[in-house]
């Protein structure tokens, strides 16, 4: 059996103008505080460290920091930066021509959004329940 096309002459052609796509509107987000936000400049920020980074240091897990957000950390200094949506601390320091921070877990280049924070200037003592990790 022999198919036939009969509907070819029938069919309209496509118009030329097409209407312009109809634009949705932006979504709002629901408010949240940002985390700089919640950081002024002047005042000083308690942070509590949850590893072994810094023990190096002196300063094992369960160590409370206070920066100073009043001053930019110098090389040397150990500073708090916020890089994406994470504070990390370390040692300020330059590696390849790049700032870096540097822990007893190694470096870690910071990027171009990193921002510094502040300056530790105040460390308290540990937790009294953190476990300490007793080295032979």
Do not use: Y
Not at 58 to 65: D, I, Q, V
Not at 81 to 96: H, K
């Amino acid at each position: 059996m022999r198919s036939v096309r009969g509907g070819a002459e029938a069919q309209e052609c496509l118009p030329l103008d097409l209407p312009p796509p109809v634009a949705s509107a932006p979504r709002e987000r629901p408010a949240r505080q940002r985390p700089e936000a919640l950081i002024a400049d002047g005042e000083d920020v308690r942070i509590r460290l949850r590893n072994d980074a810094l023990a190096s240091h002196g300063w094992p897990a369960g160590t409370e920091l206070l920066v100073s957000t009043d001053r930019r950390p110098r090389r040397g200094e150990v500073a708090l930066v916020r890089e994406g949506g994470r504070l990390r601390i370390g040692v300020l320091e330059v590696r390849f021509g790049r700032s870096a921070l540097r822990t007893d877990q190694g470096a870690v280049l910071l990027g171009p959004s990193a921002r510094m924070v502040g300056v530790v200037t105040v460390a308290g003592a540990p937790l009294a329940g953190m476990p300490v990790r007793s080295v032979p």
